[in-house]
């Protein structure tokens, strides 16, 4: 076996599986616990195959061409870039999603969110107006927009790149007439809304500095809380009050550790609301519910 420092090549000579065997190899070395299923993913990306057709022909040869560009991606991956940024694409409530570096990667906790928001509306067939607060990829707006054809989506983000390519996912998904894009700081200058629902910041200055070495190729800006991780979801809250309509809800995602100050903070802004805290799907608390009376 090769040193951790030695580079294994991929060639054309290699069939499909010894190219992934050599690729599986390298990442694990590098202490990525998903090594083999990254593997497959970029060499599937490559191949524009699935996974699944993938291991099902092992013995299928590589071009000259996908052996350089799936040993360039399995590279990258080593040095930790996520694999999102290295296929451009990231699934997300069970749509395909167009991620680059400009914004945050969609991550699985965040479907709790779009599951309360379906519900929400869902039972209040009056509401039609919801706000996405710092949309990123647009990831929510979209997963909203397709599960629920009665509303009308207003996304908005403070950064202009992560904007353009949240317009290319409501386009890819045939959105345009019902989610709208704003270039907006929060909740400045918007319109009364019956659902207000964001992903927004949150780690503290002690989470960022013991972040996963993938977490340094997301932008800082879709990451950062301030220096307890709560400066943006305040502001939120505070802002929401002369938003949110009457009967309409509130959602908020955050990390586990802030959910009693979170719902403290919530219930100081709205004394009279039913505020609750959901848990995901590994039973920690993941999100705030707030509902106005």
């Known amino acids: 076996m090769a040193s951790p420092g030695v580079v294994e090549a991929i060639d054309d000579r290699r069939a499909a599986g010894a190219a992934l065997l050599t690729a599986r190899r390298r990442l694990a070395r590098t202490g990525i616990r998903t090594a083999a299923l990254d593997a497959e993913v970029l060499l599937a990306h490559v191949l524009s195959s ?18 350089r560009r799936f040993s360039g991606l399995v590279s990258k991956r080593a040095s930790r870039m996520p694999v999102a940024y290295l296929t451009g694409n990231k699934e997300f409530y069970g749509l395909g999603l167009r991620v680059t570096p400009r914004v945050l990667i969609p991550r699985p906790e965040t479907e709790l969110l779009v599951e309360l928001a379906i519900d929400f509306l869902n039972g209040h067939p009056d509401a039609t107006r919801v706000i996405d607060l710092g949309t990123g990829s647009g990831a929510i707006a979209v997963a909203i927009g397709r599960r629920v054809p009665s509303v009308r989506v207003e996304a908005s983000d403070v950064n202009l790149p992560a904007l353009r390519v949240a317009a290319g996912n409501v386009r890819a998904h045939r959105l345009v007439s019902r989610v709208r894009l704003t270039r907006r700081d929060l909740l400045e200058g918007a319109s009364p809304a019956d659902l207000i629902i964001a992903n927004l910041p949150y780690l503290s200055a002690v989470q960022r500095r013991r972040w996963q070495p993938e977490l340094s190729y997301e932008p800082a800006q879709a990451l950062d809380g301030g220096r307890d991780g709560l400066d943006l979801i305040r502001r939120a809250l505070l802002q929401a009050r002369g938003v949110l309509k009457p009967a309409g809800a509130l959602l908020l995602e955050l990390d586990p550790s802030q959910a009693g100050r979170v719902e403290r903070l919530a219930r100081a802004h709205w004394p009279a609301a039913k505020i609750t805290i959901h848990v995901d799907l590994s039973g920690r608390a993941r999100a705030l519910r707030v509902l106005r009376p």
């Open 50 to 67: 699935t996974r699944e057709g993938l291991l099902a022909h092992p013995e299928r040869r590589l071009t000259s061409a996908q052996a």
